[in-house]
């Protein structure tokens, strides 16, 4: 008699438009679901966040679960977050977890889902002066392109990665690559990046809540504010110690004896002659090209951004201290009989004054900001009416968090969030091949509201039949608003 083949009985998760076939043991392609002994089982623990006044920040994945003595009734109340919860699909099917719980009197409900963004990226802001790119150059991973820088903020860098353009309107391997860079940063992990092309290539590595690497050096101030604000700022503390000071930016550089917080202060002419675009007295655009120098400009030596002084009106022995944005670059020069500044000693309050204007810099940091677009199949598995549901957040009945995490809600059309992956838990983001990111988000209303808006009223479960020993439990967020809170919502301000 002939061998015959065992084959291990297979199911299929139908939680994604991929439809894996899984073997007994195995798991999906998206690592998040396997099957368990015929059964299909989500990997990750749906996670819960306790209300408790002792709010510990940040959750550590692998940190032991605290103190919870199972009774979520007269324990402190448990938020239900979408991390762990599944996804379900297709679309018309209801959400995951659809909880209710009596939150001061008023029945609420919480509707939980791990969606699936085709439609997503990340904003990342980068606290740095450095030139990291001209505004539209392409950003690369594995030589795959993934996003663009754009227009800088105050002290910042921005850059806008991932979106359908590059998850799905590009090559396979594009939309993997994207899509890889994408999970990596919303769940916090580090990402090599290159900025540009050949003749200006920068390399940029990003972690979210992590100073940024800029071509291999870590950075480690934000500015204090722009060249003209800092002469503002700190004009005062200059006032006897120096004649001129000149702040080196990129973007404005201030002159002290031109700029009105000298005139306030009389500080005399001193025949200064700045090599850029004058734009109102002591303001200079473009002193230089854009780099990884002096104020995020290309150079190294200052006195590069100067012409000759004036000689009707400079003299001999001239003070003239130049400094950064940061302060982290500073020098001091006095005019010899040429009226060409000399390289000197910095007096000790000189020197004072760039070390104070270090200490007000703020750390420089990468922030990551998940954002993307609850379309109409997601908000299908809340209500069999979607539009209602955008109606309902868009009048502050209904909330909208990510992983318990308040999201912006952009105004407009449709749902479209955004959040900052340091408030939600780690490990918030997976991932399906198709290729598209999965995050959670939570829809949470008063009961009544949801029925109103056509919700999946028969699938609400209490709350105590949800939370289990099973569930991971973290700690609130120390700046996060409790997403059941009444301050949250539109009916609370109504005059009774
Ligand atoms: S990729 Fe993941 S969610 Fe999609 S069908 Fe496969 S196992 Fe299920």
Same mark, same amino acid.
């Given at each position: 008699?002939?061998?015959?083949?065992?084959?291990?009985?297979?199911?299929?998760?139908?939680?994604?438009?991929?439809?894996?076939?899984?073997?007994?043991?195995?798991?999906?392609?998206?690592?998040?679901?396997?099957?368990?002994?015929?059964?299909?089982?989500?990997?990750?623990?749906?996670?819960?966040?306790?209300?408790?006044?002792?709010?510990?920040?940040?959750?550590?994945?692998?940190?032991?679960?605290?103190?919870?003595?199972?009774?979520?009734?007269?324990?402190?109340?448990?938020?239900?977050?979408?991390?762990?919860?599944?996804?379900?699909?297709?679309?018309?099917?209801?959400?995951?977890?659809?909880?209710? =719980?009596?939150?001061?009197? %008023? $029945?609420? *409900?919480? !509707? @939980?889902?791990?969606? #699936?963004?085709?439609?997503?990226?990340?904003?990342?802001?980068?606290?740095?002066?450095?030139?990291?790119?001209?505004?539209?150059?392409?950003?690369?991973?594995?030589?795959?392109?993934?996003?663009?820088?754009?227009?800088?903020?105050?002290?910042?860098?921005?850059?806008?990665?991932?979106?359908?353009?590059?998850?799905?309107?590009?090559?396979?391997?594009?939309?993997?690559?994207?899509?890889?860079?994408?999970?990596?940063?919303?769940?916090?992990?580090?990402?090599?990046?290159?900025?540009?092309?050949?003749?200006?290539?920068?390399?940029?590595?990003?972690?979210?809540?992590?100073?940024?690497?800029?071509?291999?050096?870590?950075?480690?101030?934000?500015?204090?504010?722009?060249?003209?604000?800092?002469?503002?700022?700190?004009?005062? =503390?200059?006032?006897?110690? %120096? $004649?001129? *000071?000149? !702040? @080196?930016?990129?973007? #404005?550089?201030?002159?002290?004896?031109?700029?009105?917080?000298?005139?306030?202060?009389?500080?005399?002419?001193?025949?200064?002659?700045?090599?850029?675009?004058?734009?109102?007295?002591?303001?200079?655009?473009?002193?230089?090209?854009?780099?990884?120098?002096?104020?995020?400009?290309?150079?190294?030596?200052?006195?590069?951004?100067?012409?000759?002084?004036?000689?009707?009106?400079?003299?001999?022995?001239?003070?003239?201290?130049?400094?950064?944005?940061?302060?982290?670059?500073?020098?001091?020069?006095?005019?010899?009989?040429?009226?060409?500044?000399?390289?000197?000693?910095?007096?000790?309050?000189?020197?004072?004054?760039?070390?104070?204007?270090?200490?007000?810099?703020?750390?420089?940091?990468?922030?990551?900001?998940?954002?993307?677009?609850?379309?109409?199949?997601?908000?299908?598995?809340?209500?069999?009416?979607?539009?209602?549901?955008?109606?309902?957040?868009?009048?502050?009945?209904?909330?909208?968090?990510?992983?318990?995490?308040?999201?912006?809600?952009?105004?407009?059309?449709?749902?479209?969030?955004?959040?900052?992956?340091?408030?939600?838990?780690?490990?918030?983001?997976?991932?399906?091949?198709?290729?598209?990111?999965?995050?959670?988000?939570?829809?949470?209303?008063?009961?009544?509201?949801?029925?109103?808006?056509?919700?999946?009223?028969?699938?609400?479960?209490?709350?105590?039949?949800?939370?289990?020993?099973?569930?991971?439990?973290?700690?609130?967020?120390?700046?996060?608003?409790?997403?059941?809170?009444?301050?949250?919502?539109?009916?609370?301000?109504?005059?009774?």
């Amino acid at each position: 008699m002939a061998n015959e083949r065992v084959m291990p009985e297979k199911i299929r998760c139908d939680a994604c438009p991929v439809m894996c076939f899984i073997a007994d043991g195995k798991i999906g392609a998206c690592d998040r679901y396997a099957n368990h002994g015929g059964d299909l089982v989500r990997l990750d623990a749906l996670t819960i966040i306790e209300n408790t006044d002792h709010k510990l920040v940040p959750f550590m994945k692998d940190s032991p679960v605290e103190d919870w003595d199972g009774n979520i009734i007269q324990g402190n109340r448990p938020f239900v977050t979408a991390v762990g919860a599944g996804t379900t699909y297709p679309d018309y099917k209801p959400a995951p977890f659809i909880v209710s =719980q009596d939150v001061e009197g %008023v $029945d609420m *409900v919480t !509707v @939980v889902t791990e969606g #699936i963004f085709s439609y997503c990226g990340v904003k990342v802001k980068i606290d740095t002066d450095r030139h990291i790119g001209h505004e539209c150059d392409i950003v690369r991973v594995n030589g795959e392109p993934i996003g663009h820088v754009m227009t800088s903020e105050y002290g910042s860098k921005m850059l806008s990665l991932g979106g359908v353009e590059h998850l799905t309107g590009g090559s396979k391997k594009e939309g993997r690559v994207t899509c890889d860079a994408l999970l990596k940063l919303c769940n916090r992990e580090a990402v090599d990046m290159v900025i540009g092309t050949e003749d200006h290539a920068v390399t940029l590595r990003v972690e979210a809540g992590k100073p940024p690497i800029i071509n291999g050096d870590e950075e480690k101030l934000m500015r204090v504010g722009c060249g003209s604000a800092t002469i503002g700022m700190f004009a005062k =503390q200059w006032l006897t110690h %120096v $004649d001129d *000071v000149v !702040v @080196v930016d990129d973007h #404005i550089t201030g002159v002290l004896s031109e700029h009105q917080a000298g005139k306030m202060l009389d500080v005399p002419p001193t025949g200064i002659k700045i090599n850029g675009r004058r734009s109102t007295p002591g303001r200079y655009f473009q002193v230089a090209e854009p780099g990884t120098g002096w104020g995020g400009t290309g150079i190294e030596d200052p006195l590069l951004i100067l012409g000759p002084f004036n000689p009707k009106v400079a003299w001999e022995g001239l003070r003239l201290l130049m400094v950064s944005t940061t302060g982290e670059q500073y020098a001091y020069f006095e005019l010899d009989s040429d009226l060409v500044p000399q390289p000197a000693e910095i007096p000790h309050a000189l020197r004072q004054s760039a070390d104070l204007i270090a200490e007000n810099c703020e750390p420089s940091i990468c922030s990551v900001l998940f954002m993307g677009g609850a379309g109409g199949s997601l908000r299908a598995g809340v209500t069999e009416n979607p539009v209602r549901l955008t109606q309902s957040v868009k009048n502050a009945l209904t909330f909208v968090s990510c992983g318990g995490a308040e999201a912006y809600v952009w105004p407009g059309g449709g749902i479209t969030v955004m959040v900052d992956v340091l408030d939600m838990p780690t490990g918030s983001f997976g991932y399906v091949p198709t290729p598209a990111l999965v995050a959670p988000i939570e829809f949470t209303m008063r009961t009544a509201d949801y029925g109103t808006l056509g919700g999946h009223m028969s699938e609400i479960k209490a709350v105590s039949a949800v939370v289990s020993e099973d569930t991971r439990k973290v700690s609130s967020m120390e700046n996060q608003a409790d997403p059941m809170a009444r301050s949250n919502y539109s009916w609370s301000r109504e005059i009774t």
